[in-house]
């Protein structure tokens, strides 16, 4: 019941020319993409308008069964059986394949693969049902389910494309000779339809085969007929250049996108959010390109280790590296490292580069409760059930605290222990570490017995603090405030007491 107790607290983008070295002052803007050839797996540049491929790589780079490409944030991915980066100036793979699968669904399987500035996406082959939008995290290659888009294949191939900005995705499915362009909410996964064209190879448009949206326009390998243009208002196709060359498994936008720097604007208490930080409790960093997915360290911590890096993400406090429990795109989650209070420069890496450095205040004592809705502080029972007002979580029942009960408050922020708890390790079972001063806790502003306080085992930053509450307090939602080394915990936070 603890360990469920400490984890919900923490979660709360054709003339054949071999050999030929890539320039890219000779490369006209919007009507250049990458590309990679089908089965054999060749990188090179594409003009879409000439048909002509321009090769950056040798073959026999594994990369025959490739079957998308897309970009995000400056990085070029493909995508089979697995995701993986590709090196765009050499078409090496730069990083292993990494698991791109989930109930079945190959993602990379028949081009279904994509990007917008928002991210890497893809919609599971599930030919003959229902198929889904699925985010894809860049570093780990885990898909997370968006949504429905509300289309049946029925056999047919679809294919993503990418759009310049945060709007849609453009999705082709093809059944027999007919070709049917949607656009994708990425939010949602729902498929909007736009409309069809009728493509048979061979014939002049024949059958879609890869697609990328670039310079505003949504282009298509036409199978071995060649390239051309796909209305994004009635899915009407237009051939534009022949090509003698094979099919194309891939196409993604030239140049890549500029990398977009992490930015800090905000370091707060993982508790209280107000700003500034605890030395050894929870830190929440606010900001924008702090790293390039959503994950947490549910599988890095490696006997009792904390990680200073998770998915290519480091944070520095004050010159120490932070240990990384929770990292998106907008928000990280810390546990600060032992550093001296005071002004501190507070940095985030990713794999592209390090944000300017972030002024925060850290202090030897900042105390927060953790709080569950309508601002109630986490409390438990002795026997660790939850201590809040009946109703709180649907589906789940809940008593609150009776008066003159024994509970355990839930908290971050107080500061040093006795003896000291033991930097970047999960806090061991014994001895106690017991904080250094004894707080008082108050409930409508009436002191309560304190019997200790002291850091949860089998946690980080997190302390318990166990409280009588008075047997005279009157039913009802009551105030709660602690104070330790003459800090006080914010005010607004309450307990709910029911006889």
């Known amino acids: 019941m603890l360990h469920k107790l400490i984890k919900t607290i923490f979660f709360s983008n054709l003339v054949w020319a071999a050999g030929t070295i890539l320039t890219q002052g000779s490369l006209r803007a919007d009507t250049i993409v990458y590309a990679v050839t089908n089965g054999s797996g060749i990188i090179g540049t594409l003009d879409l308008t000439t048909g002509v491929f321009t090769q950056i790589a040798a073959p026999g780079l ?8 897309g970009e995000y944030n400056g990085v070029l991915y493909g995508a089979s059986s697995g995701l993986f980066q590709l090196n765009p100036a050499t078409g090496a793979v730069s990083s292993a394949p990494t698991t791109f699968s989930q109930n079945g669904n190959n993602f990379g399987a028949e081009n279904g693969f994509g990007s917008t500035a928002a991210g890497l996406f893809a919609v599971g082959a599930a030919f ?24 049946t294949a029925g056999g047919g191939t679809g294919f993503l494309a990418a759009s310049t900005d945060s709007g849609p995705l453009y999705w082709e499915v093809q059944t027999n000779c007919t070709d049917t362009l949607y656009s994708i909410n990425t939010a949602t996964g729902a498929a909007t339809l736009i409309g069809a064209a009728e493509g048979c190879y061979p014939s002049n448009t024949g059958n879609p085969y ?4 670039t310079g505003g326009t949504l282009w298509a390998n036409f199978y071995a007929d060649g390239f051309g243009t796909i209305n994004t208002s009635s899915g009407a196709q237009t051939l534009v250049s022949t090509s003698e060359h094979p099919v194309f498994a891939g196409l993604a936008p030239y140049p890549l996108a500029t990398p977009a720097p992490p930015v800090v604007s905000g370091v707060v208490n993982g508790a209280s959010f107000q700003a500034g930080g605890v030395t050894n409790s929870w830190v929440s960093i606010a900001g924008t390109n702090l790293s390039p997915g959503t994950d947490d360290w549910s599988h890095s911590v490696v006997n009792g280790m904390l990680p200073t890096l998770l998915d290519g993400v480091s944070v520095s406090m ?18 600060a490292p032992d550093i001296s209070p005071g002004p501190v420069s507070v940095t985030v890496t990713t794999a592209n580069m390090t944000s300017a450095a972030f002024t925060a205040t850290v202090s030897q004592y900042g105390p927060a409760f953790f709080l569950w809705p309508a601002s109630q502080v986490v409390a438990t029972h002795l026997d660790y059930s939850y201590a809040v007002q009946a109703g709180t979580f649907s589906g789940v029942t809940t008593v609150p605290t009776r008066p003159g009960e024994a509970i355990v408050l839930w908290a971050t922020g107080f500061g040093p222990t006795s003896p000291a708890a033991p930097d970047g390790v999960v806090v061991p079972s014994t001895p106690t570490y017991n904080t250094l001063v004894a707080p008082t806790v108050t409930i409508d502003n009436i002191p309560v017995l304190v019997y200790g306080a002291a850091l949860a085992s089998g946690s980080v ?3 318990q603090i166990a409280i009588q509450v008075p047997a005279t ?4 939602t009551w105030p709660i405030q602690a104070t ?16």
């Open 473 to 476: 307090l009157a039913n009802g």
């Open 62 to 69: 594994s990369l025959s069964s490739v079957s998308g490409l």
């Open 484 to 499: 330790i080394g003459e800090v006080s915990s914010p005010a607004g936070t309450v307990l709910t007491v029911h006889q």
């Open 461 to 463: 930053g997190l302390y």
């Open 210 to 213: 890869a697609l990328v949206f």
């Open 318 to 335: 004050g010159g120490k590296p932070a240990y990384i429990y929770y990292i998106s795109p907008s928000q990280i989650n810390v546990l």
């Open 128 to 151: 003959g049902g229902v198929n889904s939008l699925y985010s894809i995290n860049p570093v780990t290659g885990t898909p997370t389910l968006i949504g429905s888009t509300g289309v």
